[in-house]
């Protein structure tokens, strides 16, 4: 159904140049930009904003470099997509994991179900783990599969997008905290991926729909963009967040997703928060306020 739900929206995005469209033009980025400002002026943190809508952009401190945490998921995800391409693997096709290959002090979903560490899993699987439930593990046996941090690097690359940097995986950044702000990006940066992801410019179309429809599964993060959107709205995102640290920062507290607006447009949104020392609670409020301001901006342009 989700499957169907996507392939919906991208048939009614071919029409919507048809249909009454508000894009976000100069002068609402400036209303934006400032009820942004209003909302952060008593906040310590540091927030980037990234928005694409029809061809029109919009962007609030995106020239700082955010440390991307799970949300270099994403990136992961289509290296290793497009390598399978260019191996004929199927989604289906199932792989042996040793226990020796997992670690057992991140985060990992898929200890809780395999305690051995011992197991078969399938390509598919293993995304859904990595993406869907945002597993460390997962995340670390697909960029082996893909040939390295640095493969994945070069297949972002290659895709031409911009404004980002990786060279780490999340051992590393588990062995180094400060190691977390070397993967980074521009919010504009990761627009453009999931704009690239969701246009099917990447991926084949079988990859390009698994994708899409893993995202729109992701039940992590409802208090984020998700907070900020009407409850009938679709969306696919991923999150990411490092949790508090000693000092008492939160690295970053990010989301980044597609939303399919009522009349077929879709609208691609990143919100990052950087060095916090605002609560979990407040972080989330910040990113699911601003998809709020965001969304009546391209919906209400009058109001």
Same mark, same amino acid.
């Given at each position: 159904?989700?499957?169907?739900? !996507?392939? *919906?929206?991208?048939?009614?995005?071919?029409?919507?140049?048809? @249909?009454?469209?508000?894009?976000?033009?100069?002068?609402? *980025?400036?209303?934006?930009s400032?009820r942004?400002?209003?909302?952060?002026?008593d906040?310590?943190?540091?927030?980037?904003?990234?928005?694409?809508?029809?061809?029109q952009?919009f962007?609030?401190?995106?020239?700082?470099?955010?440390?991307?945490?799970?949300?270099?998921?994403?990136?992961v995800?289509?290296?290793?997509?497009?390598?399978?391409?260019?191996? %004929?693997?199927?989604?289906?096709?199932?792989?042996?994991?040793?226990?020796? +290959?997992?670690?057992?002090? &991140?985060?990992s979903? @898929?200890?809780?179900?395999?305690?051995? %560490?011992?197991?078969?899993?399938?390509?598919? +699987?293993?995304?859904?783990?990595?993406?869907?439930?945002?597993?460390n593990?997962?995340?670390?046996? @697909?960029?082996?599969?893909?040939?390295? !941090?640095? $493969?994945?690097?070069?297949?972002?690359?290659?895709? %031409?997008?911009?404004?980002?940097? @990786?060279? #780490?995986?999340?051992?590393?950044?588990?062995?180094?905290?400060?190691a977390?702000?070397?993967?980074?990006?521009?919010?504009s *940066?990761?627009? +453009?991926?999931? +704009?690239k992801?969701?246009?099917?410019?990447?991926?084949?179309?079988?990859h390009?729909?698994?994708?899409?429809?893993?995202l729109? #599964?992701? *039940?992590?993060?409802?208090?984020?963009?998700?907070?900020?959107?009407?409850?009938?709205?679709?969306?696919?995102?991923?999150? %990411?967040?490092?949790?508090?640290v000693?000092?008492?920062?939160?690295?970053?507290?990010?989301?980044?997703?597609?939303?399919?607006?009522?009349?077929g447009?879709v609208?691609?949104? &990143?919100?990052?928060?950087?060095?916090?020392?605002?609560?979990?609670?407040t972080?989330?409020d910040?990113? $699911?306020?601003?998809? =709020?301001? !965001?969304?009546?901006?391209?919906?209400?342009?009058? =109001?």
């Amino acid at each position: 159904m989700l499957t169907r739900q !996507i392939l *919906s929206a991208t048939l009614l995005l071919l029409f919507s140049s048809i @249909l009454p469209a508000h894009a976000l033009l100069p002068e609402a *980025s400036a209303t934006v930009s400032h009820r942004i400002e209003q909302l952060l002026q008593d906040k310590s943190a540091t927030v980037g904003v990234a928005c694409s809508i029809n061809g029109q952009n919009f962007a609030f401190n995106d020239t700082v470099r955010y440390p991307l945490m799970s949300v270099f998921k994403l990136h992961v995800a289509v290296a290793v997509l497009q390598r399978m391409e260019a191996d %004929g693997t199927r989604l289906d096709e199932i792989l042996h994991i040793d226990s020796t +290959q997992m670690r057992r002090d &991140t985060y990992s979903p @898929l200890l809780d179900r395999y305690p051995s %560490g011992c197991f078969d899993i399938s390509y598919a +699987q293993l995304l859904h783990y990595a993406l869907a439930l945002s597993d460390n593990n997962a995340c670390d046996l @697909l960029i082996a599969r893909a040939g390295g !941090i640095d $493969a994945v690097k070069s297949c972002i690359d290659r895709a %031409g997008i911009t404004g980002y940097d @990786l060279t #780490e995986t999340e051992a590393s950044m588990h062995a180094n905290i400060p190691a977390c702000y070397r993967n980074w990006g521009h919010p504009s *940066s990761v627009v +453009q991926l999931l +704009q690239k992801i969701h246009d099917g410019a990447l991926l084949n179309e079988e990859h390009t729909r698994f994708i899409c429809s893993t995202l729109v #599964e992701i *039940s992590t993060g409802t208090n984020k963009i998700r907070a900020g959107l009407p409850s009938d709205i679709t969306l696919g995102h991923k999150t %990411g967040s490092s949790g508090k640290v000693t000092d008492g920062v939160t690295i970053a507290d990010n989301d980044a997703g597609f939303i399919v607006l009522p009349d077929g447009r879709v609208c691609y949104l &990143t919100v990052f928060v950087k060095d916090s020392r605002e609560s979990d609670a407040t972080n989330a409020d910040l990113i $699911a306020q601003i998809t =709020r301001i !965001i969304y009546r901006a391209i919906t209400q342009p009058c =109001r």
